[in-house]
Nanobody, 119 residues
Framework: QVQLVESGGGLVQAGESLRLSCAASGRTFSNYHMGWFRQAPGKERESVAAISRSGDSTYTADSVKGRFTISRDNIKSTVYLQMNSLKPEDTAVYYC????????????WGQGTQVTVSS
């Protein structure tokens, strides 16, 4: 089992920044690819960013490219999402997730953290 706990959400104004953190425990963190997802009210969950086990490969959705950056610290067992130039449409609950080697889907999820961006 892997436990994931997100933090860092909050209420900000458009154009401001937030950094989300996701602390993992329970298994060897570096064995897991990590991802950030978000879900806005009435919308489907969408992938925001992902990072490989070593951190040398990342993916960022087109909707946030150039504004959001994913990173990880395998010593601290934590993955981060730096969010700059936030827009009202970034308002959502943000979740981190873990995908172990050999699986094509994320099977561990955090409880989510709310990000609200006011205009």
């Amino acid at each position: 089992q892997v436990q994931l706990v997100e933090s860092g959400g909050g209420l900000v104004q458009a154009g401001e920044s937030l950094r989300l953190s996701c602390a993992a425990s329970g298994r060897t963190f570096s064995n897991y690819h990590m991802g950030w997802f978000r879900q806005a009210p009435g919308k489907e969950r969408e992938s925001v960013a992902a990072i490989s086990r070593s951190g040398d490969s990342t993916y960022t959705a087109d909707s946030v490219k150039g504004r959001f950056t994913i990173s990880r610290d395998n010593i601290k067992s934590t993955v981060y999402l730096q969010m700059n130039s936030l827009k009202p449409e970034d308002t959502a609950v943000y979740y981190c997730a873990a995908r172990p080697m050999g699986l094509s889907f994320y099977n561990y999820w955090g409880q989510g953290t709310q990000v609200t961006v006011s205009s």
